[in-house]
């Protein structure tokens, strides 16, 4: 299945994208100190955003963590693959492999869009891009893609 593919799929059911937000949002220790949001799940297309913070800013307080933007890659790549699954409410996602390639320095919030490249039988890879807003210009920070193992139910 690829990001064509999952157009043939339907809608995801409400129950599904309350679920996600609510596990990123309030219930992910990680996640929800960071102040992670859930802003898009659709079939095919995720999207998250952490807000700018003092306390994920590098030594030279201005820049956000480059881990702060690797986590969003990571977790927007894994939930876009559930998107793909008939029931998302069912099975499971691991990351087998990340790459994240970091183009300049986060100094706002924080915004990543994942989408499908093909979501199969037991693998899936996800694109994902990381952007930041300051100053009232958003800029591509970080460009990532992953594969995750995927199990079905």
Same mark, same amino acid.
């Given at each position: ?22 596990? +990123?949002?309030?219930? !992910? ?14 079939? %095919?297309? @995720? ?9 994920? *800013? =590098?030594?030279?307080?201005? #820049? +956000? !963590? &480059? ?15 559930? $998107?793909? /699954?008939?029931?998302?409410?069912? &099975?499971?996602?691991? *990351?087998? =492999? ?16 994942? #989408? ?12 994902? $891009? @990381? #952007? ?8 591509? @920070? @970080?460009?990532?893609? %992953?594969? /995750?193992?995927? /199990?079905?139910?």
């Amino acid at each position: 299945m690829n990001r064509t593919d999952v157009a043939d799929l339907d809608p995801l059911p409400a129950e599904a994208v309350a679920l996600v937000e609510r596990r +990123i949002e309030e219930e !992910h220790g990680y996640l929800s100190w960071l102040n992670t949001s859930v802003d898009v799940v659709e079939r %095919g297309r @995720v999207v998250l955003s952490i807000p700018y913070d003092d306390k994920l *800013t =590098n030594s030279d307080g201005g #820049t +956000i !963590h &480059g881990g702060v933007a690797a986590t969003l890659v990571d977790t927007a790549g894994g939930i876009v693959q559930r $998107t793909a /699954f008939e029931d998302p409410l069912s &099975g499971g996602v691991a *990351t087998v =492999n990340l790459n994240a390639n970091y183009l300049r320095p986060a100094t706002g919030d924080l915004r990543a869009e994942a #989408t499908i490249v093909r979501s199969g039988g037991s693998i899936g890879v996800s694109d994902m $891009t @990381v #952007t930041s807003a300051t100053n009232g210009e958003t800029d591509e @920070v @970080v460009v990532g893609q %992953g594969s /995750f193992r995927l /199990f079905r139910e």
